[in-house]
């Protein structure tokens, strides 16, 4: 912003320059047809201003440009890393439910090993249950492979 405000300070100065020319070539009484070296010098220095404006701007649409691509470059990273804390909150809740079905087919099947009596339909809806949390577990962690692997992917590319 500082680069602009210079540019605006330089071409006040050069606009005043030209201008008190013109009003010096007006008071010598040839306002009609100023002296060759002072359009010249105006006309010099207005193009190295107008030169120097073409830089900065240039300059600032490039800052420009490069903001936007990595705006976009972290929006894109955003999204991809909500869906996976998504993807991982589905897999804790489901474990959470799992484990909570777990310890109560435990319990019942523990109170009727208490009472001695064997329930095959118990010993199954635990086995499942069990065999239902192993599975849960093991997408909750193929799910943190998976935000590993997306995390080292850019790293391998920036080493290949």
Known sequence: MSD????????????ERIG????????????ASPSEAGTAALQEALDAERTTNAQLTERVRAIKDKQETMVSALEEKVARLTKQLDASGVELQRQKRLNADLAEANRALSEAATKGVAEPDLINRSMQTELEALRAARAAEMAEMEEILSELKPLIGEVA
């Open 4 to 15: 602009m405000q210079e540019l605006a300070r330089r071409l006040s100065a050069a606009l």
């Open 20 to 31: 008190t020319g013109l009003e010096t070539a007006a008071a010598d009484g040839s306002a």
